[in-house]
Protein backbone atom coordinates (compact mmCIF):
# COMPACT_ATOMS: atom_id res chain seq x y z
CA UNK A 1 0.00 0.00 0.00
CA UNK A 2 2.62 1.97 -0.09
CA UNK A 3 5.31 2.85 -2.59
CA UNK A 4 9.58 3.65 -1.28
CA UNK A 5 12.22 5.83 -2.75
CA UNK A 6 14.30 3.42 -4.83
CA UNK A 7 17.15 3.99 -2.95
CA UNK A 8 16.49 6.12 0.67
CA UNK A 9 14.36 4.61 3.73
CA UNK A 10 11.38 7.17 2.47
CA UNK A 11 7.92 6.87 2.01
CA UNK A 12 7.54 8.47 -1.56
CA UNK A 13 3.32 7.95 -1.49
CA UNK A 14 0.82 6.30 0.50
CA UNK A 15 -1.58 4.03 -2.02
CA UNK A 16 -5.29 3.29 -0.02
CA UNK A 17 -4.53 4.86 3.02
CA UNK A 18 -6.50 3.52 5.57
CA UNK A 19 -5.06 -0.05 5.37
CA UNK A 20 -1.44 1.97 4.84
CA UNK A 21 1.15 0.44 8.06
CA UNK A 22 4.57 1.65 9.04
CA UNK A 23 6.02 -1.23 10.79
CA UNK A 24 7.56 -4.49 10.77
CA UNK A 25 8.00 -5.38 7.00
CA UNK A 26 7.57 -9.37 7.58
CA UNK A 27 4.24 -8.40 8.71
CA UNK A 28 3.80 -7.14 4.85
CA UNK A 29 5.99 -10.27 3.48
CA UNK A 30 4.01 -13.16 5.67
CA UNK A 31 0.78 -11.01 4.56
CA UNK A 32 1.48 -12.30 1.11
CA UNK A 33 3.12 -15.95 2.07
CA UNK A 34 -0.26 -16.88 3.43
CA UNK A 35 -1.42 -17.06 -0.07
CA UNK A 36 0.31 -20.05 0.13
CA UNK A 37 -1.93 -21.57 2.79
CA UNK A 38 -5.26 -20.46 1.55
CA UNK A 39 -6.83 -22.96 -0.64
CA UNK A 40 -6.93 -20.84 -4.07
CA UNK A 41 -3.51 -22.03 -4.69
CA UNK A 42 -4.15 -25.66 -3.23
CA UNK A 43 -3.28 -27.97 -6.23
CA UNK A 44 -1.49 -25.43 -8.88
CA UNK A 45 1.35 -26.97 -10.56
CA UNK A 46 3.52 -23.36 -9.43
CA UNK A 47 6.77 -24.53 -11.63
CA UNK A 48 4.21 -24.56 -14.50
CA UNK A 49 3.07 -21.10 -13.27
CA UNK A 50 6.18 -19.61 -12.83
CA UNK A 51 5.38 -18.68 -9.92
CA UNK A 52 7.76 -19.44 -6.67
CA UNK A 53 6.96 -22.25 -3.85
CA UNK A 54 6.66 -20.65 -0.48
CA UNK A 55 10.12 -21.63 0.07
CA UNK A 56 11.53 -20.00 -2.73
CA UNK A 57 9.55 -16.73 -2.05
CA UNK A 58 11.16 -16.69 1.30
CA UNK A 59 14.29 -17.26 -0.18
CA UNK A 60 14.15 -14.41 -2.97
CA UNK A 61 12.93 -12.39 -0.07
CA UNK A 62 15.93 -13.07 1.52
CA UNK A 63 18.31 -11.84 -0.88
CA UNK A 64 17.03 -9.02 -1.54
CA UNK A 65 16.45 -7.97 1.77
CA UNK A 66 19.59 -8.92 3.37
CA UNK A 67 17.89 -11.38 5.77
CA UNK A 68 19.94 -14.98 6.43
CA UNK A 69 16.58 -16.01 7.53
CA UNK A 70 12.69 -15.84 7.61
CA UNK A 71 11.88 -15.87 11.22
CA UNK A 72 8.94 -18.44 12.78
CA UNK A 73 5.80 -17.63 10.99
CA UNK A 74 3.00 -18.73 13.28
CA UNK A 75 3.18 -14.89 15.16
CA UNK A 76 2.68 -13.09 11.59
CA UNK A 77 0.46 -15.58 10.86
CA UNK A 78 -1.87 -14.75 13.29
CA UNK A 79 -1.29 -11.06 13.52
CA UNK A 80 -2.32 -11.24 9.80
CA UNK A 81 -5.42 -13.19 10.30
CA UNK A 82 -6.25 -11.10 13.18
CA UNK A 83 -6.00 -8.08 11.22
CA UNK A 84 -7.82 -9.21 8.67
CA UNK A 85 -10.76 -10.40 10.98
CA UNK A 86 -10.08 -6.56 12.17
CA UNK A 87 -10.85 -5.89 8.86
CA UNK A 88 -14.06 -7.70 8.06
CA UNK A 89 -15.59 -6.35 11.88
CA UNK A 90 -15.45 -3.16 10.14
CA UNK A 91 -17.31 -3.83 6.85
CA UNK A 92 -19.49 -5.63 9.63
CA UNK A 93 -20.07 -2.01 10.66
CA UNK A 94 -20.75 -0.32 7.42
CA UNK A 95 -23.10 -2.82 6.95
CA UNK A 96 -25.21 -2.41 10.18
CA UNK A 97 -24.70 1.59 9.21
CA UNK A 98 -26.50 1.25 5.39
CA UNK A 99 -22.90 2.45 4.11
CA UNK A 100 -21.59 -0.91 3.09
CA UNK A 101 -20.39 -0.38 -0.73
CA UNK A 102 -20.06 -4.38 -1.99
CA UNK A 103 -22.59 -6.58 -2.77
CA UNK A 104 -20.45 -9.07 -0.73
CA UNK A 105 -19.96 -7.58 1.60
CA UNK A 106 -22.50 -9.60 4.17
CA UNK A 107 -20.31 -12.97 2.44
CA UNK A 108 -17.59 -11.39 3.87
CA UNK A 109 -18.45 -10.92 7.15
CA UNK A 110 -19.13 -14.30 7.49
CA UNK A 111 -15.32 -15.01 7.55
CA UNK A 112 -14.88 -13.10 10.66
CA UNK A 113 -14.92 -15.66 13.27
CA UNK A 114 -13.15 -18.28 11.52
CA UNK A 115 -10.28 -15.69 10.95
CA UNK A 116 -9.92 -14.93 14.42
CA UNK A 117 -10.43 -18.42 15.35
CA UNK A 118 -7.66 -19.63 12.88
CA UNK A 119 -5.38 -16.96 13.95
CA UNK A 120 -5.29 -17.90 18.05
CA UNK A 121 -4.41 -21.51 16.61
CA UNK A 122 -1.55 -19.71 14.97
CA UNK A 123 -0.75 -17.64 18.20
CA UNK A 124 -1.00 -20.74 20.19
CA UNK A 125 1.50 -22.68 17.80
CA UNK A 126 3.87 -19.14 18.24
CA UNK A 127 3.74 -19.72 22.07
CA UNK A 128 0.65 -17.62 23.16
CA UNK A 129 -1.65 -19.40 26.26
Known amino acids: NMVFHATQPKVQAALDWELSTLGDPMADFTYLLMQWTMPGLAGLDFAELNIPTMDEAAEIYCKATGRTTV ?34 AMESVKRTVPLAKASWEYAQKAGAK
Open 71 to 104: PDLNWYYSYNLFRLAGILQGIAGRIRDGTASSAK
